[in-house]
């Protein structure tokens, strides 16, 4: 992942400094995205995020292992697998991690764009392997 968004800084920067306590999600979940909506999601707006009308997309829970240091970077600790796609989702551009499962709502923590593009047409199932979705704070 390639950035946190402008809500997680804000809260970040201010638990650091001791202005508002910032508390964590209890479970984050991973969203995908299509298209190239970086400028949205860094602003928080959902509106790429696939569509759930009738394609058995929902948005899956990741588990993180704790920070490495030096570095600041953690990666997942368990496969995330998404439902299968019942209708073409379209092409799976960018993915978000964030702070509630309901599609199309919530805060965006994290997001970046895929190593490549992948098309998710009916009966394909869209995973992510253990370890092999990594954030990093720089």
Same mark, same amino acid.
């Given at each position: 992942?390639? *950035? @946190?968004?402008?809500?997680?800084? #804000?809260?970040?920067?201010?638990? %650091?400094?001791?202005?508002? $306590?910032? =508390?964590? &999600? /209890?479970?984050?979940?991973?969203?995908?995205?299509?298209?190239?909506?970086?400028?949205?999601?860094?602003?928080?707006?959902?509106?790429?995020?696939?569509?759930?009308?009738?394609?058995?997309?929902?948005?899956? *829970? @990741?588990?993180?292992?704790?920070? #490495?240091?030096?570095?600041?970077? %953690?990666?997942?600790?368990? $496969?995330? =697998?998404? &439902? /299968?796609?019942?209708?073409?989702?379209?092409?799976?551009?960018?993915?978000?991690?964030?702070?509630?499962?309901?599609?199309?709502?919530?805060?965006?923590?994290?997001?970046?764009?895929?190593?490549?593009?992948?098309?998710?047409?009916?009966?394909?199932?869209?995973?992510?392997?253990?370890?092999?979705?990594?954030?990093?704070?720089?």
């Amino acid at each position: 992942m390639s *950035a @946190a968004s402008n809500y997680l800084e #804000a809260k970040l920067l201010d638990h %650091a400094l001791g202005t508002t $306590t910032f =508390t964590k &999600p /209890t479970t984050v979940y991973v969203a995908l995205f299509s298209g190239s909506p970086a400028s949205n999601l860094e602003a928080g707006t959902l509106t790429d995020e696939i569509t759930t009308t009738s394609s058995a997309y929902a948005r899956q *829970a @990741a588990t993180f292992a704790s920070a #490495a240091s030096p570095g600041g970077t %953690a990666t997942t600790s368990a $496969t995330i =697998t998404f &439902p /299968t796609a019942t209708a073409s989702w379209g092409t799976v551009t960018y993915l978000a991690i964030m702070d509630g499962a309901t599609a199309g709502a919530g805060n965006v923590l994290f997001y970046g764009a895929l190593d490549s593009s992948k098309l998710i047409e009916t009966g394909d199932t869209f995973q992510i392997q253990s370890g092999n979705l990594t954030v990093t704070l720089a």
